[in-house]
């Protein structure tokens, strides 16, 4: 059976996990040490940071979905949090009102600043001891990693985007 040999903590999926956990903590444990960023999770940190930077296109919920490959469900309990604590607005589209697109508010613009502010100061504490060869050669294989991934996952679903039962690589 391959893989007998290797320990939990040899495993791709384990550092992964790991690492997300601890810059998410490191990022909640910064954040609500300054004044008025408790409300603000990290999802919505890099969600606002996605409009900011894409203000002159039309952004949907589906982009937020393929952006940051989680589920319609997770991003619509998210965008409504966001909205209701006025951070993103949804407006309907000239061409089809049926479409809301997400707009950021002032307040969001705000808020981005300053989570952007922390992000950089958290990269930096990040990286220490970390060369910028090191670095270089981490994001390429991340690259890669997730390349690999989106492939893997998109052989697993039917014609509808649904999974396959017993699919097969």
Not at 144 to 158: P, W
Request: positive net charge; aromatic residues 8%.
């Amino acid at each position: 059976m391959p893989g007998t040999d290797m320990k939990r903590k040899d495993t791709l999926g384990f550092w992964i996990k790991t690492l997300d956990n601890l810059f998410f903590r490191n990022m909640i444990a910064y954040e609500t040490c300054q004044e008025g960023m408790d409300e603000v999770t990290v999802m919505h940190g890099w969600i606002l940071g996605f409009l900011y930077e894409n203000q002159e296109r039309l952004i949907f919920q589906k982009d937020i979905e393929a952006e940051f490959s989680i589920a319609r469900s997770t991003v619509t309990a998210i965008v409504k949090l966001m909205e209701k604590k006025g951070y993103i607005q949804r407006e309907s589209v000239p061409s089809d009102a049926r479409l809301k697109k997400l707009v950021l508010t002032q307040r969001g613009r705000q808020i981005h600043e300053q989570h952007i502010c922390h992000v950089d100061i958290l990269e930096a504490q990040c990286k220490r001891g970390i060369s910028q060869e090191e670095m270089q050669a981490f994001l390429s294989v991340a690259e890669k990693l997730r390349r690999n991934l989106e492939e893997d996952i998109v052989r697993y679903k039917d014609t509808r985007g649904r999974f396959r039962k017993n699919a097969r690589r």
